[in-house]
């Protein structure tokens, strides 16, 4: 059993700055974030490898969003900047159990928390 808690959310203006974090209650391999805007599919967002080694990135986040992790601590972040409107989202952090590599697909994950609301508005 695996629980994943994220933390973070709220509110900020556009070009601020905000940091996710997720505590993992077990085992975990690859770690991602996703997100939903209202009446949006869910999106794929950031991922990374097992030992954090490596991370790939959304188009619409590159450059701006970083993801991390601590393994010693079992936490998971996403420390995003330059944010716009539209990364408004509640903001999920996922975890796969076996699998150590970069993962893009939602189905590839076994557990997911809850979600942090994110919101970004003047």
């Known amino acids: 059993q695996v629980q994943l808690v994220e933390s973070g959310g709220g509110l900020v203006q556009p070009g601020g700055s905000l940091r996710l974090s997720c505590l993992a209650s077990g085992r975990t391999s690859a770690m991602a974030w996703f997100r939903r805007a209202p009446g949006k599919e869910r999106e794929f967002v950031a991922a990374?490898?097992?030992?954090?080694?490596?991370?790939y990135y959304a188009d619409a986040v590159k450059g701006r969003f970083t993801i991390s992790r601590d393994n010693a601590e079992k936490m998971l972040y996403l420390q995003m900047n330059s944010l716009k409107p539209e990364d408004t989202a509640v903001y999920y952090c996922a975890a796969s159990i076996l699998k150590s590599w970069l993962l893009i697909d939602g189905y590839d994950y076994d557990y997911w928390g809850q979600g942090t609301q994110v919101t970004v508005s003047s």
């Open positions: 990374i490898t097992k030992s954090g080694d490596m991370a």
